[in-house]
């Protein structure tokens, strides 16, 4: 479809430029070196946020799943916190942090935390608890229970939620950088805009969907790697 709307002359090019014009503006990226700057930008951002979230989501959100307590005193929180919009959050981050990379990081630890939270909590807490019974009846204690049982039977439901969540990352990273950023992919599409370089916005549309497809994959090939028992049947 695009091919024939390009090439067939339907779409003027400065509305929609052809995939070769996109190569090309891929080629000049990389030659000029604003490319690959503003890829390793939004790269370096979006995982440092993310890791972050992740080291404390995923330990919280098995708590949250699995023990009344945790549950109580986290979840009301959560609960509000996940349902604000990130991008109403972003005038206020800037204040608080300016516009370096400090912000999108805050942006995407927000945006994912706390749906990680709920997310984890689900897969914790949708462990069988015969499972978990039949472990206490053989004489097992909490702390080997959670360890030796619980946590390895959410690490197949965890690494999925993590896959999720970093897809959604991804859309947290763009919109921080549309509003307030002098380097990254949302600041190169943005950028380009405004000088009405569609090959270049195609460009960097095209590099955020292969990083996400490229991650994704990543994941998955990590589980299948990590937890091939998961994968069976």
């Given amino acids: 479809m695009w091919c024939v709307l390009s090439y067939g002359g339907f779409v003027r090019s400065d509305f929609l ?70 991008s109403a959050l972003i005038p206020l981050l800037i204040l608080w942090v300016g516009i370096g990379i400090e912000e999108k990081v805050t942006v995407i630890f927000i945006g994912t935390l706390f749906q990680q939270l709920i997310l984890v909590a689900d897969v914790s807490r949708n462990v069988p608890s015969d499972l978990l019974d039949v472990s206490y009846t053989l004489g097992a204690n909490r702390r080997t229970v959670v360890t030796r049982v619980l946590i390895p039977a959410t690490l197949p439901g965890v690494v999925d939620t993590l896959r999720v969540t970093l897809g959604w990352a991804w859309t947290y990273l763009v919109i921080a950088e549309f509003v307030a950023a002098n380097k990254g992919l949302g600041y190169f599409i943005l950028n380009s805009e405004r000088g009405l370089f569609t090959d270049r916005i195609f460009l960097g549309i095209a590099v955020i969907g292969l990083l996400g497809l490229i991650t994704d994959q990543l994941f998955k090939l990590l589980r299948d790697w990590l937890l091939p028992w998961a994968t069976e049947g």
């Fill in 17 to 86: 430029p052809t995939p070769v014009e996109v190569l090309y503006a891929g080629l000049d990226g990389i030659q000029d070196g604003s490319l690959a700057v503003n890829t390793a930008a939004s790269v370096g951002e979006i995982m440092s946020g993310f890791i972050i979230a992740s080291i404390l989501a995923v330990p919280l959100g098995i708590l949250m799943g699995s023990f009344k307590i945790a549950e109580a005193a986290i979840e009301p929180v959560t609960n509000f916190i996940r349902y604000l919009p990130v």
